[in-house]
């Protein structure tokens, strides 16, 4: 999956590159830096010594010394000033010039700390917006793998409303007993032509039902991976839009679209409907055909069904609250 938040210690990951939180000297600190600049011993600080200090908003990129990634990207974070002082696009900087940096270097794999969500007392939530939207339009350009590395949990946090919809929605919906099927409700539905028909008909004479028929029934012996490429044709994206916005990795998408046969997990099925924009309806016809349903007894799928109904197609999102609430990530 190209962006992965995940929660981790940054001078353990073993990406091409790391990116340090560090301040205008770039000579160490506290917080991410003094943990960089000990796990990577000495020779970072002497290296670092070398280049002159740094502009907020800025990057410099070192080697690694005794870290198990090549390159540390240093980038220095604005402090949070309120909000006035030019802080969200001082921070944006930071992730572009970093990602500048580690593209110019060939880093097939990068991992960001929070810049600039401790210390320099950027607000969380806010921070988190920042780096999700920066890396995000950078993936739709770029083939990189990007994480989002989270030190503690208590660092992490989505909106307050965000939060409190998404809790709310869980507590009326979770494992409520009996939840009907949209198969239940069609079986009660009139057996008229549901087409452009306006009187009722009989379904038989019916053209343009007769012509619906036939259509639902080559879609029946349709393959997910068949029913994934007419979707994609049918709104109208190119390939590479729908994985990209899908956060799926194009070697996966490339399996998926030559094995007709391909079983795909069901993160990836419901990553591909958000990506699609399906309502609910059709997320579920899409994840029948590979085998799966959306139940009320699992919370990972409460807040699948809260986002598609309320219309909200962003991945990074809905990854962002499913990290919040503890549940594995859409994409692969
Ligand atoms: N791995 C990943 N994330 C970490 C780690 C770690 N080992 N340690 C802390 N964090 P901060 P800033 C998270 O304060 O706000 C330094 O003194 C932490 O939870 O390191 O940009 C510099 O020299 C937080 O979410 O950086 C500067 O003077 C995030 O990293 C100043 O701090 C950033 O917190 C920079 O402040």
Redesign the pocket.
Known sequence: MPLHIIRQ???RMETDAIVN???PTLL????????IHKAAGKGLLLECMKLGGCKIGMAKLTSAHKLPCRYVIHTV?PKWKGGTGGEKELLKSCYRESLKLALEKECKSVAF????????G?P?DKALKVAIDVIGDFLLENEMTVYI?I??KA?YQISEKLFADITEYIDDNYAFAHVESRLERSCRAPKMCSESCAAPVFLDKCPTFSGTLINNLAQIDESFSQMLLRKIDEKGMTDAQCYKKANIDRKLFSKIRSDVNYKPSKPTVIAFAISLELPLDEAEDMLKKAGFALSHSNKFDIIIEYFISKGKYDIHEINEALFAFDQSLLGA
């Not at 160490?28 to 943990?35: E, T, Y």
């Open positions: 210690d940054i001078t939180a560090a301040n160490g600190g506290g917080g991410v830096d003094g943990a974070g700390p929070l810049i600039s969500s401790g210390v320099y950027y969380k590395v030190f503690d660092s």
